[in-house]
């Protein structure tokens, strides 16, 4: 390894957090927001294009005054971008619209599913009985038993036990 190496080494943070969630600061701006919950590939290039940061730089070189800007803008992008384009729109006990990351979006998920399931609604209902949820389909698939169709062996067994009994 060259001096420059270890140089870059340790100009390099491996762990950079926004919220509540870290983030691997090896890999590229673009990369490593995507992989916190509610932010995709194309959030992500809109984040680091209105932040002016090279999508493809990676994450944990950056200054801290660049990455500041980042987080602000993870932080603001409802602000920023129109209403279609976030994850958290006409929100049911707001009524606000608004981009959930992180635990965040979690928590909101799991605040809907109970809220279907105490209204008692189809999807809630679905839910309660551990089925699939989303009009999938569950004849031949989300089997939570170990059989499939028919199975002769224990049709024989039982037949066989009441021949047994009826002797």
Do not use: C
């Amino acid at each position: 390894m060259s001096e420059e190496d270890t140089q870059q080494d340790d100009d390099l943070r491996y762990f950079v957090r926004i919220g509540r969630t870290d983030l691997d600061g090896t890999k590229s701006v673009e990369r490593s927001l995507s992989e916190m919950n509610g932010i995709g590939r194309r959030t992500a290039r809109i984040i680091a294009e209105k932040a002016g940061v090279d999508r493809t730089a990676t994450f944990g070189r950056l200054d801290d005054e660049v990455i500041d800007e980042v987080v602000d803008m993870v932080e603001s992008y409802a602000e920023e971008t129109p209403d279609w384009l976030n994850n958290r729109q006409r929100d049911f006990y707001s009524g606000e619209t608004s981009h959930e990351t992180g635990n965040d979006l979690q928590l909101a998920r799991q605040h809907d599913v109970n809220r279907m399931k105490m209204i008692d609604s189809y999807k809630g209902v679905r839910h309660k009985r551990g089925q699939k949820v989303r009009g999938q389909r569950t004849k031949s698939t989300g089997r939570t038993e170990g059989t499939i169709g028919v199975n002769v062996e224990e049709i024989r067994e039982e037949a066989a036990e009441e021949a047994a009994e009826d002797e």
